[in-house]
């Protein structure tokens, strides 16, 4: 099922995601034309930071539709992804009718049962109508809940559905668009991949991480932005516990620019490495002569052959 009308071509995906600044590879853009044409969720795995989330969020900006982010989390549970009940106003409703002798029980249970007490989570509202279209759900770091979790949105996905048990069951008039990310800290059950479609999100290279800077950090000069993304990369090589991802490669930029530096050396290297290293021990690592190594290898690179 076609989620999308506009949507008619690769090339129309990678237009609509560059328009709000996600450089989008050929290998991506058939996946995400995939899951709008057939209406099957996106399963994205990669590193922290390559850009998993983004694709998310400019996908539903591009297509003008609502996001809805689910941020997945050790002991996250079925109910609370999708609902739960307003206790404390439905206390003072139940006071309220003790203490003016109003609704008989039934009544009141009905009352305190109803969409007027109902604190909707990211599932319910992603099956909720909506008049700009069927919203964008994320779900965002899978790999951090568990299995029984994973089991129950199995069946959330295949349905489009979710039962409320005061309620009844709602299900989806227009299935969402559904896209999950996973850093892959352990891996997800293959029940759930084999519901989506996979790509796996890697560091791009030097160029396109070139054109995601210049997108994202338009105010760098092509020289500076070279020079970043050319250590960022040489750095990748190195024996680091977290290699930077494309956030840092940004974050650093924009730290660099607040700093009105326009070129890179050793000292502001060493001056700003947290923005693109969150380890200390890799922040350790790069102290000294270390720094200026890798600098002059990026250099290298980016001389012509």
């Not at 079925?78 to 009718?97: G, L």
């Not at 129950?152 to 990310?181: H, Y």
């Not at 996979?198 to 070139?210: A, I, K, M, S, T």
């Amino acid at each position: 099922m076609d989620q999308t009308g506009d949507i008619d071509s690769i090339e129309t995906v990678q237009a609509m995601l560059g328009a709000q600044g996600y450089v989008c590879g050929r290998a991506l853009a058939v996946v995400v034309f995939l899951a709008l044409r057939l209406g099957r969720p996106l399963f994205l795995e990669g590193e922290a930071g390559v850009g998993k989330t983004e694709i998310a969020k400019a996908l539903a900006a591009g297509l003008g539709r609502r996001l809805i982010r689910l941020q997945c989390y050790e002991g996250l549970d079925a109910s609370t992804a999708v609902y739960e009940w307003n206790f404390p106003a439905q206390m003072v409703a139940i006071r309220t009718a003790e203490a003016t002798g109003g609704a008989a029980r039934g009544a009141l249970n009905a009352e305190l049962f109803s969409d007027d007490y109902l604190i909707e989570r990211p599932l319910l509202q992603a099956m909720r109508p909506d008049a700009s279209g069927a919203p964008v759900l994320l779900i965002d770091e899978l790999d951090r809940t568990d299995e029984p979790f994973e089991a129950f949105l199995l069946e959330a996905l295949s349905d489009f559905q979710v039962t409320i048990p005061e309620l009844g069951t709602i299900k989806a008039p227009e299935p969402p668009i559904v896209i999950l990310t996973s850093n892959r800290t352990r891996e997800v059950h293959d029940a759930l991949k084999r519901r989506c479609l996979y790509h796996w999100v890697d560091y791009p290279d030097f160029q396109r991480e070139l054109e995601i800077l210049q997108a994202r950090a338009p105010e760098a000069s092509t020289e500076l932005s070279r020079a970043i993304v050319a250590f960022v990369q040489q750095l990748r090589t190195e024996d680091l516990f977290k290699k930077p991802g494309v956030a840092e490669t940004i974050d650093w930029a924009k730290c660099l620019l607040a700093l009105d530096m326009i070129e890179l050396s050793p000292e502001v290297i060493a001056d700003t490495l947290g923005a693109v290293l969150k380890y200390q021990d890799d922040i350790q690592r790069l102290q000294g002569s270390e720094a200026k190594r890798i600098l002059d290898q990026a250099k290298a690179a980016l001389e012509p052959a």
